[in-house]
C-alpha cells in the first residue's frame, strides 16, 4: 500500500509565516515517503527472513515514528485550511464547558500543556469510553499516544514549527498564533 501526501489549501496565518508552513509541508511530505520507503523495505527483506529478521524489527520501530508524523502533521495542517473560524455550539463546545469550565480556560491550560520542554505534541482526544476529552503531551511522533482515543486537536511543538517566526524563548507567541489562526469548525467536526 502506497501513501499519497494530502494538499492542503492554507492562506495567509496571522503570526506563522508563508516560509514555515511552506517548509513544514516539505517535511510532512518527506513523513510520507518514508512511511512508503520503510514499507517497501520491510517487503525486500521479508524474502530472506532468516537474514534480515533484526534489520525489519528496526524498520517497524522507525514505522511508528514516520507514521505517526504522517498522521499527526495531517491533522495540524487540516486545522490551518480555511482561516480561523469560532468554535460552534455542540459537542465540543459542551465538553470544553463542562470539563474546564469554558473555552478559554481550556486553551490557557492546553497552552501551559504545549510549553512542555522538548519536541512533541500538546494533543486533545476524545475517550469514546468515558466520553470524555483528555489532553497529554505525546514526544516525538509516537510516544504517548493514547491508544484507543480519538485524535481531535493536534498542536506541533517541534522547533520547525515556530523558530522561523519565534525563537525557542517565546514559543508561547507561536501557540497563540495557533489558536488565533484554528479553524474551531474543523475541529469540532472531528467529534461528533
Same mark, same amino acid.
Given at each position: 500500500?502506497?501513501? /499519497?501526501?494530502?494538499?492542503? &489549501?492554507? %492562506? ?6 508563508? /516560509? ?9 511530505? @518527506?513523513?510520507?515517503?518514508? !512511511? ?13 527472513? /532468516?537474514?534480515?529478521?533484526?534489520? +525489519? ?12 508524523? $504522517? ?9 490551518? &485550511? %480555511?482561516?480561523?473560524? /469560532? ?14 469550565? %469554558?473555552?478559554?480556560?481550556? +486553551? ?9 520542554? @522538548? ?14 476529552? !483528555?489532553?497529554? =503531551? !505525546? ?7 493514547? !491508544? ?8 506541533? $511543538? ?25 479553524? =474551531? ?6 467529534? +461528533?
Amino acid at each position: 500500500m502506497k501513501y /499519497e501526501p494530502l494538499s492542503f &489549501e492554507i %492562506g495567509e496565518l496571522d503570526g506563522i509565516g508563508e /516560509e514555515t508552513i511552506r517548509e513544514h509541508l516539505g517535511l510532512y511530505q @518527506g513523513y510520507v515517503k518514508h !512511511v512508503n520507503l520503510i514499507n517497501d523495505k520491510i517487503v525486500a527483506f521479508s524474502s530472506d527472513l /532468516e537474514n534480515n529478521s533484526y534489520a +525489519i524489527a528496526e524498520m517497524q520501530r522507525r514505522l511508528g515514528f514516520e507514521f505517526g508524523g $504522517m498522521r499527526n502533521h495531517e491533522y495540524y495542517f487540516a486545522q490551518l &485550511e %480555511g482561516g480561523a473560524r /469560532e468554535l460552534p455550539d455542540g459537542t465540543l463546545k459542551e465538553k470544553l464547558v463542562m470539563q474546564w469550565g %469554558g473555552v478559554e480556560a481550556f +486553551i490557557e491550560q492546553f497552552s501551559r500543556l504545549s510549553m512542555t520542554r @522538548g519536541i512533541g505534541w500538546a494533543m486533545l482526544y476524545h475517550d469514546p469510553h468515558t466520553d470524555q476529552l !483528555v489532553q497529554t =503531551w !505525546v514526544d516525538e511522533q509516537h510516544l504517548g499516544q493514547l !491508544v484507543d482515543l480519538d485524535l481531535v486537536l493536534a498542536l506541533d $511543538m517541534w522547533e520547525h514549527s515556530y523558530l522561523r517566526d519565534y525563537p525557542p524563548s517565546q514559543k508561547k507567541l507561536y501557540v497563540e498564533a495557533f489558536f488565533r489562526n484554528l479553524n =474551531w469548525e474543523v475541529v469540532a467536526g472531528r467529534l +461528533i
